[in-house]
Every structure is written in C-alpha cells, then in structure tokens.
C-alpha cells in the first residue's frame, strides 16, 4: 500500500489481524509499519549491492513524522553515494531508542522469557524520555529521573525495574564498547521490596467470587479462571482453547508460554470446566479470553479496581488468588510437592538435587488436589455465597 504520509494519515492508520506496510509517495522507501497490537514503527528500505535491507527509525509517536522522515532521507542519500548506511551510522552516534532495539534483540530476547516486560519498562520510562540522545550522552541523572518519577507515583515496583533493567542496559553497551564505563555504577535499587503473603479470607474470596459472577465476559470468567486453575495470570489471560481438552479435562500450557520454560499439564476441576463451558467461542479466535478476537485480554488493571470496589476488598492483587489456592489446598492436607507441582514451580520441594532425580509428574494428585480445591469453592457455594452454575 502506498500513499501520502503525513500527520494525519499516520494517526489514522489502524490495526488488523495481520501486519502490514504504508510505503510513503512523497519519500520512496520511505514507510510505516503497523503491528495488530497497533504499533507503527517508521522504516526506510532500501538496496545495497544484492542486499535488500530495512532500517528501523523510530516508534511512532515517540519519534514524529518529520524526524522520522528526515533520517529516511539521510539513508537513502548515502545508498545513492555509495556509502553502507549501516557503517555510516557508527556507534559513535548511537541514539538510545536504536541500542535499546539492538539490547532487547540480541541480548534480553534470547536470555530472558520476560524479555517483553524488559522492553515495555525501558520504552515506556526511558526511551520515551530521552530515546533521541546519543547513548553517551545519556547521564546518570536522566535514569534517575524516570525512577525517581514512578517513586513519587508510588510506584515502588517499578521504580526498581527501571533501575535494575537499565543497569543491565548500560552494563551491556559498556562490555561492547559503545561507552566507556556505564554511569549507573553504584545505583542502588530506590525502594526496598518485600515478599507478598496476602491470603484472601474466606470472606474475601466470597465477595470476590460474587462480584465477579456478576461482572460480563471476558473480565468475570477470567477472574474466576484464575481462582479456580490457581495458574499465572499471564497463563490464562493467553489461555487458547486448542490447548484444552474437554473430555479428558486437561489444560496444556505450551513450554514458550509458561513462566519458567517447561509445558504444564493443569487438570480441569468440575468448576473450572463448568467456567468454560459457558464461554463463548469465536469462529475467527483461539482465545478464551479477549476483548478484541486478536489478542488477549487486556484492561485487567481497571478489572482489578472495579472488582474490589465492588467488592469492598482492597489489599489484595490477581496474583495472591493464586497464593490464596495454594493455601487453601495446604488447609486440606495437599502435600507441599503436589501443591508446587499444580503452580508448576521448580524451587522449593522440587528444587535442586530434588528437582533433578525426582522427574515424576504428579498428575493423578494434581488432578485430585484442584478437585479438593472446588469442593471447597463448592462448600462456599453451599453456603449461599458463591454459585458457579448460575454464573453467565
């Protein structure tokens, strides 16, 4: 697709199932690239000797139209000059959004299966910032800003995140030289973090449950989903119904989807069955969950706020459902080994040498351990509290 590239042309651009390119008329080889999650990053594609080649310029719209379609230019100028665009655009000159790109490919996404938060964190609090600046200009004070920002926004977590990813960052451009020594030398995390071991009480998880029976698909389900599977927030809002089988009630967790690299067997409760049977099904989408038919569900932090005002809870994130469960089963004399087999963990029981000689799955005891786990949601149930069958 070809054709004028300007302002508003670029802010109307739209996402669709499948990835696709707007080549701009005014600055042949000049275009957009627009993702399905609705991301468009300006390229400049050009050919040198037999190579056909793609820079990548910019985000938009960190980097404007304008800008992006200037270095476009100055690409494209060199080809025609002779000159390798990719020798003329030296480390010496680097800008940071460019050695961010070229970090997350070639160091965080082959290392790390949680590359993508690494990459969110950096654009979001760092790139946005100062993505134009030359990396050796980007000092110590500048970090220091982003992390001081989200401190003051309470956002302690996150605080930590930036520092500890853009050490990691800087450590990364320093051992290949694009600068001399990393300025984050001695930063220290902002905020001192602790191990969370909030357990929802059984009048919690009642107010929970009730409130999400009530609340439309996909945020009620989910959430329900969640308690019910004691699994991964992550794991379920990407659940794909070609992972599940009804009639031997089992859910297979895909290796490249599960937190610590290893496929995971989750037997399916009554419950958790019962919750997917009232789900709909979209001819177009493997998706349990999703707002869009395209990707998963998204929103689930303004689900979390409506669920606990509703509720009248507060104190309490997705992920402490999960921690609520696994308490639970313990109540009920689930053994610690079956109970870190159901979350899929590999430290604890199972960790070490234990984890190396013991490779027995557990599915028998996992499967009756999420069914003690209904029952006991079918005991509050019982109690007027909670209804699962009534849920639509």
């Known amino acids: 697709m070809q054709k004028a590239l300007t302002n508003k042309t670029v802010e109307a651009l739209k996402s669709k199932p499948k990835r696709y390119e707007v080549r701009d008329s005014y600055c042949p080889g000049f275009g957009v690239r627009v993702t399905p999650k609705g991301r468009k990053t300006f390229f400049a594609a050009y050919r040198y000797g037999t190579e056909q080649r793609r820079s990548t310029i910019g985000i ?47 160091y965080a996404k082959p290392r790390n299966k949680r590359w993508r938060e690494t990459e969110r964190v950096l654009n979001r609090e760092i790139v946005s910032r100062f993505g134009q600046r030359e990396i050796k200009k980007v000092t110590r004070a500048d970090i220091l800003i982003a992390s001081d920002a989200a401190m003051t926004r309470g956002a302690h977590y996150q605080a930590n995140r930036i520092v500890s990813y853009s050490r990691k960052l800087f450590n990364w451009f320093a051992e290949r030289g694009i600068i001399d020594v990393s300025p984050l030398v001695g930063i220290r995390a902002p905020a001192r973090e602790q191990s969370r071991d909030r357990i929802l009480s059984d009048d919690e998880l009642t107010r929970v449950i009730t409130t999400c029976r009530d609340l439309p698909y996909p945020f009620g389900p989910y959430t329900l989903m969640l308690l019910a599977s004691a699994q991964r927030r992550g794991e379920v809002a990407s659940m794909r119904w070609s992972e599940i089988d009804i009639e031997k009630r089992n859910w297979e967790i895909p290796a490249e989807r599960s937190k ?7 037997p399916l409760s009554e419950i958790a069955i019962g919750i997917l049977n009232k789900l709909p099904r979209f001819d177009d989408c493997d998706l349990v ?48 080994q079956v109970a870190e087999k159901v979350l899929n963990h590999i430290s604890g029981s199972l960790g070490g040498v234990a984890g190396v000689y013991n490779r027995y799955h557990y599915e028998p005891e996992k499967r009756a351990a999420l069914e003690t786990w209904g029952k006991i949601l079918s005991q509050l149930e019982a109690q007027g509290v909670m209804s699962f069958e009534g849920h639509s």
């Open 60 to 106: 938009h719209p960190v980097t404007k139209l304008s800008e992006a379609r200037a270095e476009a230019i100055a690409i494209l100028r060199d080809v025609t000059e002779g000159i390798d665009p990719q020798q003329a655009r030296s480390r010496d000159n680097l800008t940071l959004r460019e050695g961010v790109e070229a970090f997350i490919a070639q």
């Open 260 to 266: 610590n690299g290893k496929a995971h067997n989750v």
């Open 289 to 336: 969950f999703t707002t869009t038919r395209r990707t998963p569900i998204s929103g689930i932090t303004k689900m979390h706020r409506r669920i606990c005002e509703q509720s009248g809870t507060s104190g309490w994130r997705l992920h402490d459902l999960r921690r609520s469960a696994s308490s639970k089963m313990a109540e009920a004399g689930i053994q610690l």
